[in-house]
Nanobody, 118 residues
Framework: QVQLVESGGGLVQPGGSLRLSCAASESIFSFNAMGWYRQDPGKQRELVAVITNGDITNYADSVKGRFTISRDNAENTVYLQMNSLKPEDTAVYYC????????????WGRGTQVTVST
């Protein structure tokens, strides 16, 4: 099975920064896209950022200008640099990887908690 392992979460003050990492168990070239989602209790999981195998990126409006998604193919890792963090960014952040062949499938990490608070 494909495994995705997130790290880098924690407690940070408003205005601070964190960098999340997602290490994949296989070459990230095998995925059509990778991304980050987040979810707080009582809320639906939402897309935060996505990066395709062609390095096309897309962000939720709420994080544009503050978050940056990137990938290191040699290390099979995708990153999410989070700057100017706000309390509303508090959530469990999940790494996602998508394959389209031989059939469409989404893989998920277990999540890492990000808490933005004083």
């Amino acid at each position: 099975q494909v495994q995705l392992v997130e790290s880098g979460g924690g407690l940070v003050q408003p205005g601070g920064s964190l960098r999340l990492s997602c290490a994949a168990s296989e070459s990230i070239f095998s995925f059509n896209a990778m991304g980050w989602y987040r979810q707080d209790p009582g809320k639906q999981r939402e897309l935060v950022a996505v990066i395709t195998n062609g390095d096309i990126t897309n962000y939720a409006d709420s994080v544009k200008g503050r978050f940056t998604i990137s990938r290191d193919n040699a290390e099979n890792t995708v990153y999410l640099q989070m700057n100017s963090l706000k309390p509303e960014d508090t959530a469990v952040y999940y790494c996602n990887a998508r394959k389209l062949a031989p059939y469409e499938h989404n893989y998920w990490g277990r999540g890492t908690q990000v808490t933005v608070s004083t």
